[in-house]
Structures are given as C-alpha cells and as structure tokens.
C-alpha cells in the first residue's frame, strides 16, 4: 500500500506511516525545552517545534490575511496577525486588540480603545493602523473576504481620536458593532504594509521565519506579544490536501496535529493510545436547502411536510456516523441568542402526508442538488431520498461538480444540500435570510422579516434584542426554507504529546488552530 509523504516534510527524510488508517489527532513531538515541568501535571512546558498539517491551496498561497479563504490561510494569519476582536465558543464577540468599545446613545457611532501592543518591528499598533487596514479591505478594487463584513461603517467619516481610539461611524444602528471587528479576515496591518510573503509584519504570536506556497510556513515565537509569548519555540504549518496524507503523516511522527479529519477516521483511532481525537462540537450546521421562491417549496405547506419527513436521528448516525447532534431547522445551536425554547421537531410521516395533500402535492416529484464537495453531503441524500419516499414523495437525487457546486445551488434548482461553518446568529441572518442578503440560498425575501432585523440591530437592551432575534427564528422554524437536519463535530487528530488544544471552540472561532496556547510534553 502507498502511504504519502508530506511534500513539506521530505527533505528532512521522515519516514512514511506503516497504516493505511485514516487518524484523526493531535501530535507533539517537540524538539527542545527551555523550561523545567511535569508533564503530568497539566503546567505549560516551554520549548519545542509543532507540526501542524492541513488541506492547502496549491502554488497561489498568499500570507496576506486580507485574502485568507482555507482553513490552512486562516491558521497562517493567525499565527502573524490579530483582530480587534475574535468571536468566542458561543460566537459572541471577544476582545482582542480592541481594549474595550463603547456605542454612542443611538448605536450608530462606536468608540473603540486600542490595547498596548507593538508589531514584530517593534512599533505600536495605532488607530491609523487599524483605518488603514480597514481601507484596504473595503477597496472597491480588490476582492477582500471581510468587505462585506464592513459594509455598515463610513469609512470616510471615521477617524482617529488619538494614538490608541477610534471613532467609527455607521451607516445606521448597529448593537451588534463588535462582530464586525471580529469579522472573518478583519486583521490589522501595518500602514505602511507592503510585501506581504516574504516579509509580513503582524501583531501575531509568531513572526515568519520561512514561507514555500503550496509545502509550508515555519513561525518563531514572539516575545512581546501582547497576550504573552507562545509556549512553542517554533510552528510549522504543513500542506496535505488529502485526509490520508494528513492521517499517515500523524501516525508516523511526521506531525503533531492534524487538521479536519473525517468521523470515519476518528472511530478507527478513538481511545486506542496513539494518537489524540479531538471533537470539536457544533462546528458545522448540515441542512437541506429549500428555493421558497418556486415551486413546490414556494407553498409553506410543502416546506412544513419536508420538516416532517426528516428523520433527524437517521442523518447523524448515518451521513456523520454520529459525529453530531440533531438539528431543529434553524441555524447556531448552542450559540448567543440561539432560540432553544422551541419544541424539538420529530418525524411525522402521517401529518406530511396529510400537508402534502392539503397542498395538492399527494405525488410531489422533486430533484435533490448534492455533491461530494463536502462530508456526508451524499449520504445525506440518499438517507433523505428514502426518507421521503415513506410518505410518497419521489427525490431524484443528482450529483454535481465539487469544483462548482456552490454557485451552481446558490440561484439554481429547488432543493440542494447545503452546510455552514460558524457565525454569529446575526449574521447568519444578515448574509443568508435578508431580502438583499448575497448568499440568499433559500431566497427568503419577507420585508416585514428584514424590518425585525433592523429592529434588532437597533435595540440597545440585550434582552430585548433576544426577544426581537427569539421571535424571527420562530417564524423561521415555522415557514423557512433550511431543514437544518444536524450539527457535525469538527474533527482534528494530535499526538499525545500535545496539550493546551482548546475542545470546545468551534472552527473559526478565536480558540480553534490556535497555537500560541499550546505546548508539547
């Protein structure tokens, strides 16, 4: 059998892994200690390099934050830069290097006060770091991830109230302000930053000391860092595209931590002394996604009956190999402002039927978008086909290209899978379920719900901004167009030497591939 090697890893002539099996784990094999400590004893170990192993983007990797896409850019970026804020395991916003922000009465404008801390050369970050970065994210030129993220601020109108503060001005109310500082990509540069891949200069815990696109990235710690000085004296990023070569690569000492690991894999490995498995909780809403905008789902009665049909249960065990939760049709379970009040939907074969005929829908023939652009998605299909057939409802499911997939269901057919990694409630709402939203799968266009939403936005009282939130997804639950079916654990593999893995940030959150917190034993 043929066991990859880690393109990144081959000069230094590791040996391959002596398993097939796909692992998934966190690994520490360090390579020096500064510090005395009992490995025993949970206390941070000084010293070491960590290998870290993800899916990458080929020869056109960049270390600029701003076009951070993959997985393997965000953990680059993090490694180099921060945000004024990151969001925290229930996706409510966390301050990083904004000390503190204050809204104005009517939340349109917000004051943000910077924390001390310097860049890698040594110079403060300043307000006009932070307007600069800014600016350059909202370039009307460029095709930045966070841009739509920043929309709500006037950039032009905001300013600098001194070396540390900032004033933002908003193009309206905005109570949720903080989660636009901790927008995916929303790093803070230098204003003078420039050459970006061979000599970036971040706020970061780590400073470059090698970059090859497409192989890896080697960090060294740095010590002024303003949340304290990595533990690991070094940090490489490596790239492997497939799950195998990632697995193989950890079994065989080559890494220490593997990145997104399928739940497959975790069985084989999970409590056998090895290697770690890692269970990252609720990273990964899976949903079916219903067009309420044409026929048969534009009948509320018909998404109802499809809510019905679903047995949730069946999906986890079957398309994650129960390596989730069960869904209850609406996005962020276990987040801030998540409406769990709301009865658990079961399945109800008869009461489908009896919506369906109610509809005129007794025969309802429909075709199932899928593909194998993401785990589980055509398992879930064919579970759901099944499904649907018990109370006479015909699916056809079609498999299409993973390479265009998402723009393919975005606009086109009436029924696809569809899944969504983690983000705050809002907005979720403000990108996917707003009349204008840009990634409007379900084409939920209501004006009456864009208005809540403003309401929301606009209602200084947490509390009653709950109530506001709370009501929109009742309605969501009762007529919206996603069938969120399950929650899929994320999944990663380290070795058992590694400590300080955070268990219970989902991915994309400010503890996930974080690691300036981590050490090896």
């Given amino acids: 059998m043929h066991h990859e090697l880690l393109p990144g ?150 300013r600098a109230t001194g070396e540390r503060s900032i004033e933002f001005v908003l193009k309206r109310p905005t109570a949720e302000f903080p989660n636009v500082l901790a927008a995916f990509g929303a790093y803070i540069v230098p204003e003078d930053a420039a050459d970006f891949d061979r000599k970036p200069i971040g706020s970061g815990p780590f400073r470059l000391t090698s970059f090859a696109p497409g192989r890896s990235a080697v960090f060294r710690r740095y010590e002024d860092y303003w949340d304290g000085a990595p533990h690991l004296d070094e940090l490489e990023l490596v790239v492997a595209n497939e799950e195998s070569a990632r697995v193989n690569a950890l079994l065989a000492g080559q890494v220490e931590y593997a990145h997104e690991l399928n739940p497959t894999t975790a069985r084989a490995h999970e409590g056998r002394g090895q290697i770690e498995i890692v269970r990252l909780r609720n990273s990964a809403m899976q949903a079916f996604c219903m067009k309420t905008d044409r026929p048969p789902f534009d009948d509320k009665r018909v998404r109802e009956a499809f809510f019905l049909i679903a047995d949730r249960r069946e999906l986890v065990d079957g398309a994650l190999s129960g390596a989730g939760e069960i869904g209850n049709d609406l996005f962020g379970k276990g987040y801030e402002y998540y409406a769990d009040g709301l009865p658990q939907r079961e399945q109800d074969l008869d009461r489908a039927r009896a919506l369906l005929r109610r509809a005129g829908a007794e025969k309802l023939k429909v075709t199932l978008d899928t593909s194998a652009v993401a785990a589980g998605f055509t398992e879930a299909a064919s579970i759901f086909r099944d499904q649907a057939a018990k109370a006479g409802v015909t699916i056809d499911v079609k498999t299409g290209s993973k390479d265009s997939y998402w723009s393919d269901v975005l606009d086109g057919g009436t029924l696809c899978c569809y899944r969504s990694g983690a ?53 969501l639950h009762t007529e919206g167009g996603f069938l969120v079916w399950g929650f899929a654990d994320w999944i990663l593999g380290t070795a058992r030497n590694v400590r300080g893995v955070e268990t219970k940030a989902p991915a994309n959150t400010l503890d996930w591939a974080r690691f300036d917190k981590v050490w090896l034993t």
Avoid at 89 to 113: F, I
Avoid at 437 to 453: E, G, I, Q, V
Wanted: glycine share 6%; net charge positive.
């Fill in 9 to 158: 890893l081959r000069r230094r002539g590791f040996l391959t892994a002596t398993t097939g099996a796909a692992a998934l784990a966190l690994v520490g094999c360090g390579t020096g200690t500064d510090d005395k400590a009992d490995s025993g004893s949970g206390k941070p170990k000084r010293g070491g390099r960590l290998r870290a192993a993800f899916a990458g983007g080929g020869a056109s990797e960049t270390l600029d934050p701003h076009l951070a896409n993959l997985f393997a850019d965000v953990a680059r970026a993090k490694a180099l830069y921060d945000k004024l804020a990151d969001y925290d395991a229930d996706l409510s916003a966390r301050p990083r290097l904004a000390e503190k922000w204050e809204p104005n009465k009517t939340l349109d404008r917000w004051r943000v006060t910077l924390r001390r801390a310097t860049f890698h050369d040594g110079r403060p970050v300043t307000a006009k770091d932070v307007l600069h970065s800014y600016r350059r994210i909202a370039d009307p030129k460029r095709a930045f991830r966070a841009k739509a993220s920043l929309e709500p601020i006037d950039l032009d109108a905001s």
């Fill in 423 to 475: 983000m705050p409630i809002e907005a979720h709402i403000s990108q996917r379920l707003l009349t204008d939203s840009t990634t409007n799968a379900t084409h939920w266009r209501h004006k009456d719900f864009d208005a809540l939403y403003q309401q929301a936005q606009s209602t200084r009282d947490r509390t009653e901004r709950a109530a506001v939130y709370e009501r929109m997804q009742r309605r």
